[in-house]
């Protein structure tokens, strides 16, 4: 597959193993206001977005869901998939229409088991993943709910 067909966030694995995780995918497309999945359900699925955005919330007891972050075109959506239990931390709505490449979960940890240098580059690459959403769901948070906020500027 070629670096114009391949979605940019599986870029920054090998060409090697990049191509054979996308031999794995298949393309979906969801509406608008589509709940892909809910905080504390089974990770069995990951998807790159190729086109649309999706929100991350999380619940907050006795509040609305918090947005955490809104992602776009060429990232990844779903880490949880990698780690046990295999459980969301987010949940995930999309906000327009999505155009993205869907994984099944098991097949691709089954290819990563088979291949450990291809499973610790698809391990580095979602724990940046999931380093980045991490520091947005703290800064979220503090700027919903801290007295002063996080201090960022934006």
Do not use: N
């Not at 589509?34 to 907050?60: K, Q």
């Not at 089954?110 to 703290?138: N, Q």
């Amino acid at each position: 597959m070629t670096t114009a067909t391949t979605p940019r966030s599986a870029r920054k694995l090998p060409a090697v193993y990049r191509g054979r995780l996308i031999s794995l995918a298949h393309e979906v497309r969801y509406p608008a206001g589509t709940r892909l999945f809910s905080e504390g359900g089974r990770a069995d699925h990951f998807w790159i977005i190729d086109s649309g955005t999706v929100v991350l919330d999380m619940r907050v007891p006795g509040r609305q869901a918090a947005v955490i972050e809104t992602l776009g075109a060429g990232e990844l959506l779903g880490c949880s998939w990698l780690y046990r239990p295999y459980s969301r931390r987010f949940g995930a709505r999309t906000t327009g229409p999505v155009c993205a490449h869907e994984f099944d979960a098991e097949a691709v940890r089954r290819m990563c088991g088979a291949d450990p240098d291809m499973g610790r580059s698809i391990a580095l690459w979602v724990g940046e993943s999931m380093v980045r959403r991490l520091g947005a769901a703290r800064t979220r948070l503090l700027d919903l709910y801290a007295p002063c906020g996080s201090g960022a500027r934006g």
